[in-house]
């Protein structure tokens, strides 16, 4: 009954440019914000884009899970304008097509063994399928990993999962210099 890792969640996003990636003329005549129209941070087009992570005090044996959000920027088919997959390192964890002015979500879980310390990568495909154009807008990517208790500065801030069945448990964090230990409940 000990815990001895969290699942820490890395979100990435930059908010670069704000498009509107939706091609029917009547909803983009509504005044208020509607659908595919945001944010976005980069293009990708048909090729293959990396996003890199860091991971650090990485618990082993455990579930990892993966996310990247793209919205169909333009294609000129309707269906299945956008062949995506979605690699960790160069092994295969997902793949979807996309139909034009869609969002898709790819993601993938994995044992946390196949991440590793440090500089991790997420490769996004989008084949070249015959259209023209056939691109898509990056919204964001998330990494959620377990990480072990480790204080840093003698400080520690985690998340303990609501589905955790409620009873009493130890918590050991590693890497404090002091036995006097103060643990508050923020939320």
Known sequence: D???????IDHY?????????????VTNQFPNWNKNKT????WLFAQTSNYTFQIDNLYRNKLAKLFVKYVSGGSNVAANAHNLSLRLDGIRIDSQSVDRNKQV???GIVNSNSLKEGANQLLVTNANNGTNPNFL???WYEIEYPKQLVAQNDSLIFIIDEALDRKVRAVKVKNVSTSNV??????
Do not use: R
């Not at 000990?2 to 820490?8: A, G, R, S, V």
């Not at 996003?13 to 003329?25: A, C, I, S």
């Open 2 to 8: 000990t815990l001895e890792y969290f699942n820490q």
């Open 13 to 25: 996003e930059k908010n670069v440019m704000l498009q509107n990636l939706n091609t029917d003329e």
């Open 39 to 42: 944010w976005y941070w980069n």
């Open 105 to 107: 979500l790819l993601k």
């Open 137 to 139: 807008a990056l919204d």
């Open 182 to 187: 103060v643990l508050y409940k923020v939320k």
